[in-house]
């Protein structure tokens, strides 16, 4: 079993950054495929971002291409989202997900992230 938990949620004022973290326990992440999703009031969940086991691959939804960056610290067991130039539009609760193959096993709880106009 792996749990993780997201941590670094806030509000924050459009055109601000915020960095999200996923911790993990239970079990190494070096071997996930990462990816944290959004799910705003009234919408289905959303991709945001994944990253590869080693973290030599990521990929991004278009909506946060070029201002959201995912990395990771496996000797941490820690997943990371860098957001910048938040818009209210990216007001949502972020989750991180774990995966060994295609689909995601492992979700944390969420954390809130609000960005004000």
């Known amino acids: 079993q792996v749990r993780l938990v997201e941590s670094g949620g806030g509000l924050v004022q459009a055109g601000g950054s915020l960095r999200l973290s996923c911790a993990a326990s239970g079990r190494t992440l070096s071997s996930f495929a990462m990816g944290w999703f959004r799910q705003a009031p009234g919408k289905e969940r959303e991709f945001v971002a994944s990253?590869?086991?080693?973290?030599?691959?990521?990929n991004y939804a278009n909506s946060v291409k070029g201002r959201f960056t995912i990395s990771r610290d496996n000797a941490k067991n820690t997943v990371f989202l860098q957001m910048n130039s938040l818009k209210p539009e990216d007001t949502a609760v972020y989750y991180c997900?774990?995966?060994?193959?295609?689909?995601?096993?492992?979700w944390g709880q969420g954390t809130q992230v609000t960005v004000s106009s």
């Open positions: 997900a774990a995966r060994l193959k295609k689909e995601y096993d492992y």
């Open positions: 990253i590869s086991w080693s973290g030599g691959s990521t």
